[in-house]
């Protein structure tokens, strides 16, 4: 067995558990009465403030937060290789299928195993590089029955390409998309392309039969994460 418990804090409205897993580090928020099939949700929130925030929330509604500490998302989230954003820094590693197959045969399923949980259903709420694996996944890993991609990355290189020659193989229950308002006025071009490259990704799913929406939030990329979070999670469980 690979998990080790290492902290459980009970909360007024939550309880958590701590523990690391090959390197990463796992953050569980649960009700402090969860049944075994409450949903579940995967989320990569590196900031314990917004983390909180958003498993608050979720709790509350009776379902499970997974948070996931990832130190390299420039590997673990992008489905191929591109050359760096910025001079100083990385370049895109292509890592997105092998993490998917970290997350979803081996993390979760001993999470599931070591815990108890069989979840009703599972989301994954996917923010900036997490937001574009998010999406990638539904084409090629379908795992996720409940998908946000908020400020997902969709400006990342040959995207658009991608997204119009491929078609999901099993359908989600439902999908999530956002966006910033200021996002477009990146002064980097290629980021720039974001709100362009979302709305058309979008329009890419509306022939799909899911649930799919569109949405533009106020700020800037790093602006109100655990809200615009939270706000993907709201729609998606009244949509699905």
């Known amino acids: 067995m690979h998990l080790k418990i290492l902290l459980c804090t009970e909360k007024i409205s939550m309880k958590t558990e701590q523990f690391d897993f090959e390197q990463k580090h796992i953050t569980i928020y649960l009700p402090d009465h969860h049944t075994p099939n409450a949903p579940l949700w995967l989320s990569f929130l590196d900031n314990a ?7 608050t929330e979720l709790t509350a509604q009776q379902h499970i937060l997974i948070a996931v500490t990832e ?4 590997t673990a989230f992008t489905p191929w290789q591109a050359p760096r954003l910025f001079k100083k820094g990385s370049d895109f590693g292509g ?11 081996r993390l979760l399923p001993e999470i599931e195993q070591k815990f108890g949980f ?3 259903w599972r ?3 996917g923010y900036s590089l997490a937001g574009l694996w998010a999406i990638y996944g539904a084409y090629k890993h379908p795992y996720f029955q409940r998908i946000g991609c908020v400020s997902g ?5 040959d ?3 991608f997204a119009a020659q491929n078609h999901p193989e099993h359908l989600p229950q439902a999908v999530y998309f956002s966006v910033g308002a200021d996002e477009a006025n990146a002064k980097n071009p290629r980021l720039a392309q974001v709100a362009e490259n979302t709305q058309q990704t979008w329009q890419y799913w509306q022939p799909y039969q899911v649930p799919c929406t569109f949405e533009v939030n106020a700020g800037g990329h790093f602006d109100d994460v655990a809200t615009r979070l939270l706000k993907a999670a709201n729609w998606l469980n009244q949509a699905a």
């Open 153 to 157: 990355s969709l400006w990342f290189d």
């Open 159 to 161: 995207w658009l390409t």
């Open 49 to 55: 403030t917004e983390a909180n925030a958003l498993a």
């Open 95 to 105: 890592g997105a299928d092998a993490y998917y197959a970290f997350i979803t045969q």
């Open 71 to 74: 130190s390299d998302w420039e």
């Open 123 to 125: 989301g994954v709420l």
């Open 118 to 120: 069989n979840p009703a």
